[in-house]
């Protein structure tokens, strides 16, 4: 089975979880599992790839960054970032409220089941995906109102081995996710961020 693409963050000062069952659980399943010890550290490498997707495993009682400071750091750069809070202590409500407000995703206790971990990782990986693929989806369905109905099966787009998709097509695959319905999305966000960072696109 290929493995998700999806970076897993995880950031917690106690390094015996590099050597936990969970950590190789998320190793089998994920091309790039990290590991940070230190808060700030964590925080640097995801601000340096904010064009990715991520999901974070965050402990909530570290030295130094404790998970209110990271998570209010975080949400100035990211709201979508999903952040599963990993706690060894028993937090009161006004606590997870501050929490809740800042978006966080899930909480978790850390004697909990790596199964049980592992669900709500993958919870948050559905959740992510299908937000930024629904997105997007709804965008081109939109946009294919306003075309030339006549067009719409004829060829538009050709790849670099010459296989060809008309505008039909390309919905089709990516409302299948198929590899092609999943790339083309990913080109268009890209396309689509440098288009409006460059100022050639206004927003609406």
């Known amino acids: 089975m290929d493995k998700s693409t999806t ?13 936990d069952v969970l950590m190789d659980e998320l190793v089998e399943t994920y091309q790039t599992v990290s590991f940070f010890d230190k808060a700030d550290e964590g925080l640097q490498y995801i601000f340096n790839n904010t ?15 404790n998970g ?24 009161n409500t006004e606590v997870l409220s501050d929490f809740i407000n800042n978006h966080a995703f899930a ?12 669900a709500i990782v993958k919870k948050a990986e559905t959740e992510l995906l299908t937000r930024a693929d629904g997105l997007i989806e709804d965008a081109l369905e939109e946009w294919l109102l306003i075309q030339d109905k006549q067009k719409l099966d004829k060829p538009y787009l050709v790849q670099a081995g010459g296989q060809s998709y ?15 319905g999943r790339t083309f ?9 440098d288009l409006i960072l460059r100022n050639k696109r206004q927003l609406s």
Not at 7 to 19: E, G, L, S
Not at 73 to 83: A, F, G, M, N, Q
């Open 107 to 118: 909480f978790v206790k850390k004697d909990a089941g790596y199964k049980e971990i592992m």
């Open 185 to 193: 999305m990913k080109d268009v966000v890209m396309l689509t961020i």
């Open 51 to 65: 064009n990715q997707a991520i999901i974070i495993i965050l402990d909530i009682d570290m030295p130094k960054m």
């Open 7 to 19: 970076q897993i963050i995880w950031i917690d000062d106690d390094i015996k979880f590099k050597n």
């Open 166 to 180: 008309s505008i039909n097509q390309i919905l089709q695959e990516v409302r299948q996710q198929t590899p092609f």
């Open 68 to 91: 209110h400071v990271f998570l209010s750091k975080l949400r100035e750069v990211s709201k979508l970032i999903p952040v599963i809070l990993f706690t060894g202590i028993n937090e």
